[in-house]
């Protein structure tokens, strides 16, 4: 595998960023960091989505002009991710100029081709949802599922993409390719809404909407937020039907694109059928996660219960945020919902990141430093079956991130620690040494070290600043690439001293969170 482009979906500016969108950057960064390890080159696009009439009235609310509302909620996204340590590529804005003119050329590109026609139009629009429902989707008060509110009746002439146009070749594309919609199960959803399709309003009259790009030679017209959006999987790279960027010819198709279950119909329909009529490849896969709730509850600004990742960390005095992503990203199997509560993030990261795997390099380090002065010997250097169990971990890591299964990865690396924790309770180093049994503790430490090596490599991409501190002390390179992990990397010589020894996870201090710093 040569490259690994991974995107997640842009966030609305027009509030801040929250656990909910943290837990979809954290998953895919995981994704990314992992696939670094095995690829040559893996690229992570994230970014934020600026236009539409939600950002115009809340900026207009804000009495804020809509470019410097945008300005100032597109830096709280940036710097959160700076905090959550996501390591994209490039980070993209829907106000950039080089993404409108893009935009502005697809969509014309569009119109020459008779896949975007002009009709008049009436419907109900959700602004939440910057869609036209129709009157199926609402609930029995006449309001929209998801935002609880009543759409408005919108009367425009519109532009029209030809969406039916392409419902037979997406069907057959979706049946054909059983893993092109992650989790599986979703599919079938898709293919019930694909049932019932019809061709999509793609602009609204300037005077209704005024904050998004502008149609080219139709300046009565703005371009419909999700085309503007959803192009931004290639306008990003450089797309350009007429000369393409080697960017985009070297990343695009995507290998996975990350969304949130709410987006699918628009990643998995709208999103695929405008590739196919820009005669684009399409991504390998869509993979569309859970939600996130807040103590088993929906977060939303009435209920008061919206919980950003930077109060995580303040309320537990976090300097790295190895913890929240490890948390976040473990929190549910793939495509089903999580949840986040203190209590439970406290007790998941101590039970792991410290008491298991932290204390154990932490004592087997310091057994190393009081029986050997910190020294492996030659006489040290044995072939554990243990090593078995290594290869065995790194293989299944490998085959849960092919179905990108973030959480069940893990599990398999908690097994690893387990299983080597349990090899030291056997084994007692400590009770050899009081027996004077040289060699045979020597031989379990140094078994131990080994495996925390490819231990430290494989929870790289959830704790990225742990497993670099684990490495700093085994004098392991943490960026050998997954294939080439070999278990020889602890070698004869001084491997340490006392005062190097550090602990590469302090335990979350129960008390924090419930003093109210929360
Ligand atoms: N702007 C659109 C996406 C355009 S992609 C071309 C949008 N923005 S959003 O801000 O509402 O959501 C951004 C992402 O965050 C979506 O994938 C959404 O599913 C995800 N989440 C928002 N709240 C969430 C939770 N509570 N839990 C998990 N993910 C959540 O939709």
């Known amino acids: ?53 939600k950002i115009q009235k809340t900026s207009q609310e804000k009495g804020i002009e809509p470019k410097a509302f945008c300005d100032m909620n597109a830096q709280k996204f940036i710097d959160a991710w700076k905090l959550l340590d996501i390591d994209y590529s490039q980070f993209i804005r829907t106000t950039d100029d080089y993404h409108k003119k893009t935009v502005q050329k697809i969509f014309k590109k569009l119109v020459e081709k008779g896949d975007i026609y002009k ?38 002439e519109n532009y029209f993409f030809k969406l039916t146009k392409y419902k037979d070749a997406i069907i057959s594309h979706i049946k054909q390719n059983p893993n092109f919609i992650v989790p599986a199960f979703r599919a079938n959803e898709v293919l019930n809404q694909l049932e019932n399709i019809e061709d ?23 371009i419909y937020v999700w085309i503007d959006a959803l192009s931004n ?31 699918l119909k628009f990643h998995s329909i709208y999103w695929i059928a405008i590739l196919m009529a820009l005669e684009l490849p399409l991504p390998k896969h869509i993979l ?43 929190a549910a199997p793939i495509g089903k919902d999580g949840n986040y509560s203190d209590n439970d993030f406290k007790e998941k990261v101590n039970a792991h990141l410290a008491n298991s795997m932290g204390n154990l ?34 293989e299944e890591v490998k085959h849960h991130f092919n179905y990108f299964e973030v959480a ?20 007692t180093p400590w009770t050899l040494a009081k027996e004077e049994k040289m060699t045979q503790c020597g031989e379990v430490l ?41 278990t020889n990397n602890i070698k004869v010589g001084k491997l340490i001293s006392k005062e190097e020894i550090v602990p590469v996870f302090l335990r979350l201090d129960s008390e924090l969170a419930d003093k109210g710093k929360k």
């Not at 429902?133 to 009367?155: A, R, T």
């Not at 008061?304 to 490890?326: H, I, Q, T």
């Open 1 to 53: 595998m040569k490259k690994f482009y991974t995107t997640t979906a842009i966030d609305y500016v027009n509030g801040a960023p929250h656990i909910g969108h943290a837990y979809e950057k954290i998953l895919t960064d995981v994704i990314k960091r992992h696939f670094s390890q095995r690829t040559d080159d893996a690229y992570m696009l994230t970014g934020t989505d600026e236009h539409g009439i």
């Open 119 to 156: 009709h008049s139009y009436k419907g109900l629009y959700c602004s939440g949802c910057e869609a036209f429902l129709s009157e199926k989707d609402l609930d029995e008060d006449g309001c929209c599922p998801n935002h609880k509110k009543k759409p408005e009746i919108v009367e425009e």
């Open 200 to 222: 999509i309003s793609v602009s609204r009259v300037k005077n209704n909407v005024s904050w998004g790009i502008p149609v080219l030679d139709d300046d009565n017209q703005v």
């Open 233 to 263: 999987y290639i306008t990003a790279l450089g797309y350009d039907s007429e000369n393409p960027s080697d960017k985009f010819k070297k990343y695009w198709p995507a290998d996975v694109q990350v969304i949130g279950k709410d987006i």
């Open 288 to 330: 569309a996660h859970g939600w996130i709730t807040i103590d088993e509850t929906k977060m939303s600004k009435s209920l008061g219960n919206v919980v950003s990742p930077s109060s995580v960390m303040e309320a537990f005095d976090m300097k790295e945020p190895d913890a929240l992503r490890y948390y976040m990203a473990t």
């Open 361 to 394: 390099l932490n004592r087997t380090l310091s057994m190393l430093v009081k029986y050997f002065d910190g020294e492996i010997k030659e006489e040290f250097i044995v072939n554990s079956e243990l090593f078995e169990d290594c290869k065995k971990t790194i």
């Open 408 to 427: 069940e990865a893990s599990q398999k690396i908690v097994e690893l620690v387990d299983k080597t924790n349990k090899y030291v309770t056997d084994n």
């Open 446 to 486: 140094y078994t131990v070290l080994e495996i925390m090596c490819v231990v430290a490599s494989l929870i790289y991409p959830y704790c990225p600043n742990i497993a670099q501190k684990m490495a700093k002390q085994l004098k392991y390179d943490i960026n050998t690439k997954l294939d080439d992990i070999k």
